[in-house]
């Protein structure tokens, strides 16, 4: 009878000893998931964000834009071979100056520029990217301001995309420009071009949520438009931090 107690008293202590561990590693478990969501994926709130944005894109050395020029016509500087990286110019022209002065009256933190070319030397500055509080779904977002004009009607061409993160490449693809649809931030199917594209002057303002699921870190978008010549019509930047 002592000797069937005995073993029981062993078996519950054995019992519980497992239950106690299996607690422990379920804990430290958790924990670890806890320090890495700290770690990676929560962000500042989003005045901060703003503010940690704020002048970075300006002050970036590089400040340049990449286009493959195997699917954009460059100048005959450029070498045609390779991807190129396009310094941009100097000297404030008077459309940069008007862009700046906007940003300037808005209180704006512009995180990106969309020039008509990727030709350094031609290019012209059409619209600027900003990063702004979302009041919807909370967070940060971005809108595009885009002012531009066509010389002719555009009736195919591609849209190209590269993604680098933390400068290291992320994501790049691209798609036929006719008919590309995307989802808003509402989930609605959108048309981004249909084409034809009418020859003249256009304006749009794009807002597009920031993810919370992207990780903290430098995030770097080159994004450029062919028409169906394969002359590039849009060419932007942004960069952004989170």
Known sequence: MNHDKSRDKNMSRTFIGKRGCCSICAFIFISMIFAVYLTYFRHPPADELIRMNNHRFSMDSSHNVKSDSSNARQSPELDTEKDTNVDLPEVVDKERAKWENFLREKNYVSIGEVFDSCDAKSRKLVGQTIMLKDEKHGGVKTRTFLNFTTESDVTDGEFFIDVKYNDNDLFDNH???????????????????????????????????????????????????????????????????L
């Open 175 to 241: 798609w036929e420009l006719c008919g590309l649809t995307y989802y808003n931030d509402d989930g609605e199917e959108e048309v981004l071009a249909d084409c034809p594209y009418p020859k003249g002057f256009h304006s749009y303002t794009k807002d597009r949520k920031i993810p919370d699921y992207l990780p903290k870190g430098k995030f770097e978008t080159n994004i450029w438009i062919t028409d169906q010549n394969k002359d590039a019509v849009l060419c932007g930047r942004s960069i952004f931090v």
